[in-house]
């Protein structure tokens, strides 16, 4: 039985800077890559990393909405195994500037040049429908509050 609140994940979630999201290709295979949410982790439910739209994640979350994050926390300093979490949920493709201005973060400029006016900019949000975690001690669900 979980004993974990939302809260308390969404307090170890945000200290974790990359995870991996995982797609359907059209055949049903699993694509996994790494991504980073930038430090943009007041985690509520909903996950957000930018993207180029000429991507095969985002063919791929075009034609299976369904996705998954992977988030593993370090280990404590006592030897304590870090947490790992596993987010079941819907992808969707946001291409609204006034969303990139409110998720951009200082050092995007690497991957994306232009900041928000990026040529082919998008931002992926992910929103949780389901999510498990193991933290070493204890293993469970944690219900997604309603927005």
Same mark, same amino acid.
């Given at each position: 039985? @979980?004993?974990? /609140?939302?809260?308390? &994940? ?10 991996? &999201? @995982? #797609? ?14 930038? +430090?943009?982790?007041? !985690?509520? +439910?909903? @996950?957000?990393?930018? /993207?180029? %739209?000429? *991507? ?9 909405? +369904? ?5 593993? $926390?370090?280990? /404590? &300093? =006592?030897?304590?195994? $870090? ?14 500037? *006034? ?8 050092? =995007?400029?690497?991957?994306?040049? %232009?900041?928000?006016? *990026?040529? $082919? =900019?998008? =931002?992926?949000?992910? #929103?949780? /429908?389901?999510?498990? !975690? ?5 293993? $469970? %669900? ?6």
């Amino acid at each position: 039985m @979980s004993t974990m /609140s939302f809260e308390d &994940l969404a307090s170890k979630i945000k200290k974790i800077d990359f995870c991996m &999201l @995982s #797609t359907h290709d059209s055949v049903g295979n699993i694509s996994s890559r790494p991504m980073s949410n930038n +430090g943009d982790v007041e !985690y509520d +439910g909903d @996950s957000w990393f930018f /993207s180029y %739209e000429d *991507t095969r994640k985002i063919n791929e979350i075009k034609g299976n909405d +369904g996705v998954s994050l992977t988030f593993t $926390g370090p280990p /404590s &300093l =006592l030897g304590k195994p $870090g947490i790992f979490t596993a987010i079941q949920g819907k992808a969707s493709i946001v291409r609204e500037e *006034t969303a990139f201005e409110e998720h951009w973060v200082i050092g =995007l400029e690497r991957w994306f040049p %232009e900041g928000v006016d *990026t040529s $082919g =900019l998008v =931002l992926i949000k992910v #929103t949780a /429908s389901s999510i498990y !975690y193991w933290d070493g001690e204890e293993n $469970g %669900e944690v219900n997604v509050p309603d927005k």
